[in-house]
């Protein structure tokens, strides 16, 4: 890929994560007029403002990760060096910031098959699309795109479940999730 190319696509990520945000800002203020005080749900909402803020920039980085390899996945260019770095930085990041360096040795190789399988995407993609199209080979590309969103939203919510339970602010709060 030639840098502008890259920086195109940057750019386009940064289109979506802001739409992303916006989206989400637009659901809470309609959900929003749902929450109660005594209502079980605010429990969810308040284990992230008790965070400590080493864990909100490591969710935070969770977060975008997940967004990065969302958007790779659909984008449908397949991965570069670029993208690995970035990649592996935010795995870096979101472990490194609460100190849960054991952390990356499963997070290291989660992120190089999320790599590996948004390279396959990639490749299936240009076959169907160039080569050959098959019914067949279009199931197994969207069933491979859906694998690839299962996995990720999977690692997340694993993820930012050991961030909060490595939260100290939190060990002494009953949460009866």
């Known amino acids: 890929m030639v840098n ?5 696509e940057l750019l386009y990520f940064l289109i979506a994560a802001i739409i992303f945000i916006i ?24 284990i992230l403002l008790n965070l400590n803020t080493p864990s909100l920039i490591s969710i935070s980085s969770l977060t975008i990760n997940y967004l ?5 996945t659909l984008s449908f260019r397949g991965i570069n060096i670029i993208y690995i770095s970035i990649i592996l930085l935010l795995t870096l990041i979101s472990e490194a910031v609460i100190d849960n360096f054991k952390g990356l040795i499963t ?14 995407v990639n490749r299936l993609f240009i076959y169907i699309y160039n080569e050959s199209f ?18 990720d939203t999977y690692n997340l919510f694993r993820s ?8 100290k602010y939190l060990k002494d709060k009953k949460y009866n999730i």
């Open 134 to 151: 098959s019914l067949l080979l279009l199931i197994i590309l969207f069933l491979l795109i859906l694998f690839i969103f299962l996995y």
């Open 23 to 46: 989206a989400i800002f637009i659901i809470f203020r309609i959900y929003n007029k749902n929450f109660k005080i005594n209502n079980k749900n605010i429990k969810y909402y308040g």
């Open 160 to 167: 930012i479940n050991n961030v909060i339970v490595k939260n």
């Open 68 to 72: 990065f390899i969302v958007f790779c």
């Open 107 to 120: 997070s290291i190789p989660l992120a190089a098959i999320n790599c590996a399988a948004i390279e396959m």
């Open 4 to 8: 502008n190319d890259i920086q195109t």
